[in-house]
């Protein structure tokens, strides 16, 4: 059987542009090498990571949070267990709808590992060694990431057994809560899954290279952000790089020793912890997909793509983490849907500039566009307004005063190339600038724009505002 399209990789680009395509008519099979669809983001990564740091919110305003309500509770009980049990039934719910929808949309899948085997073929591996071979017009490797190894000074990799020394999966689901989490990482990962176990209850410090967290967010936003997270118990070492990772003890007293010291070398220490994360990123997935025999270029890693998604191999084409750009779940499957139009030759686009990135932490940040820092390094003359939810009625009624938004346009034409915000719900939020920038919107058609009161989208408004320097409530 010849499909139009095979799909390898059922993650939110894979099985989004899978849909998309057969939506659009074209006979569309998936390969996935998982027992489960859905990929990093629904298994191991964006939505139980969620699940986790919503119950864990729960534990900590049931402790800390709601007696200034005036609603009086005993001290709250932790259930881990239950706990991911609520993160379990997340995944599977979110996996099962993906397989209802390829059922839906009436798209085959088959499961292995995806491999390309000559001019529009496909063979697939079973996991018990069966091998098939599939013939297509058309192929999409959506194949993701994996988590980028850490080295020593030795230049040795520090292996992770996911219970002392863990990724992001290992750290999604622990039976027991750590005393002390060392985080090496101070990006979305480390300071997301450190937020889930600081809150309940574990010292947490995260090492840094560079002398800022949150690398590429804004960094009036990220310093801000730092004092918060330290109010919250966290401790950094900034300007810091990992050296080794060693293990002392046996059994149920086994602990790691996490070595560090400066960038510059002046300085070294090491921190003892029940668990160590390793968070430092995250590296494209490419091996056993057949690339090299097939001639598909690559860069650092990365497949080579031209704007249309191809590569230089006829008829193979590549989205989401295994390409240029940020890698995000919503990157990807904006290119799913772009790469499936453009087979069923409508016109499909993907806007780089209007990809909102989210830190899911309490509070909240959140980005579209440009950083002032950016802006500035291209030659930009920017007008800036900020406003913080500490002048914002809803924010004070919910206790969220925490934060800002900060609005940067283009001071020749008044035209917003970035918004960021630091805040409860700036993840909701986000949505409505990049809406606005989307449009090439300005900063005064956002601030005509009437907002609902008392909302805390009114500082998104009040912002706006401000980058003429009239805001209301300021």
């Not at 991911?84 to 009436?106: E, I, S």
């Not at 400066?262 to 070294?268: K, L, Q």
């Not at 500039?353 to 566009?369: D, N």
């Not at 090439?440 to 009040?462: F, I, Q, V, W």
Request: aromatic share 6%; hydrophobic share 45%; with cysteine.
């Amino acid at each position: 059987m010849t499909y139009d399209l095979i799909v390898i990789g059922s993650g939110p680009g894979g099985y989004v542009c899978a849909i998309r395509a057969a939506q659009l008519g074209l006979k569309t099979a998936v390969v996935e090498k998982d027992p489960t669809f859905g990929g990093t983001c629904l298994n191991v990564g964006c939505i139980p990571s969620k699940a986790l740091l919503h119950a864990s919110h729960m534990f900590a305003e049931a402790a800390h949070g709601l007696a200034p309500l005036g609603v009086m509770v005993d001290p709250p009980r932790l259930d881990l267990a239950a706990m991911m049990k609520h993160k379990d039934d997340t995944v599977g719910a979110n996996v099962n709808g993906v397989a209802f929808l390829f059922r839906k949309h009436k798209i085959e899948s088959f499961r292995g590992v995806g491999r390309l085997k000559g001019v529009g073929r496909v063979e697939v591996v079973g996991a018990e060694g069966a091998v098939q071979t599939l013939e297509t017009k058309n192929i999409v490797l959506a194949t993701g990431s994996a988590v980028a190894p850490l080295r020593d000074a030795a230049g040795a990799q520090i292996p992770v057994d996911e219970k002392l020394i863990l990724s992001s999966t290992g750290a999604l689901a622990l039976a027991k809560t750590p005393k002390r989490l060392a985080v090496v990482g101070a990006g979305v990962i480390g300071l997301e899954l450190g937020s889930v176990w600081r809150r309940l209850g574990t010292e947490v410090i995260a090492i840094e290279y560079l002398e800022r967290i949150l690398p590429g967010f804004d960094l009036e936003i990220a310093a801000r952000f730092q004092k918060i997270l330290e109010k919250q118990g966290f401790a950094f070492r900034l300007a810091s790089k990992v050296t080794g990772v060693r293990r002392e003890g046996a059994g149920k007293a086994e602990r790691a020793v996490v070595s560090y010291s400066s960038v510059d070398g002046a300085t070294s220490d090491t921190i003892e912890a029940d668990a160590v994360l390793i968070a430092t990123g995250r590296i494209p997935f490419t091996q056993g997909l057949g690339l090299e025999g097939a001639g598909v270029a690559l860069e650092r890693g990365r497949i080579v793509i031209d704007e249309g998604f191809a590569t230089n191999v006829p008829g193979v084409y590549a989205i989401g983490d295994v390409v240029r750009g940020p890698m995000l779940a919503h990157k990807a499957e904006d290119e799913g849907i772009a790469v499936a139009e453009i087979l069923a030759g409508q016109a499909g686009h993907v806007n780089y500039g209007v990809i909102p990135s989210v830190v899911y932490t309490m509070p909240e940040v959140a980005a579209v566009g440009m950083t002032e820092e950016e802006a500035k390094s291209r030659g930009i003359e920017v007008a800036i307004g900020k406003f913080p939810f500490t002048a914002n009625g809803r924010a004070r009624a919910m206790r969220a005063t925490d934060g800002f938004v900060k609005i940067i346009a283009d001071a020749a034409t008044d035209r917003v190339v970035g918004v960021h915000i630091l805040g409860a719900a700036a993840g909701e939020l986000i949505a409505e600038a990049a809406v606005l920038m989307e449009f090439s919107g300005s900063a005064e058609d956002l601030a005509r724009t009437c907002h609902a009161h008392p909302t805390l989208s009114e500082a998104m408004r009040e912002a706006a505002f401000a980058v003429a320097k009239r805001a209301i409530h300021i």
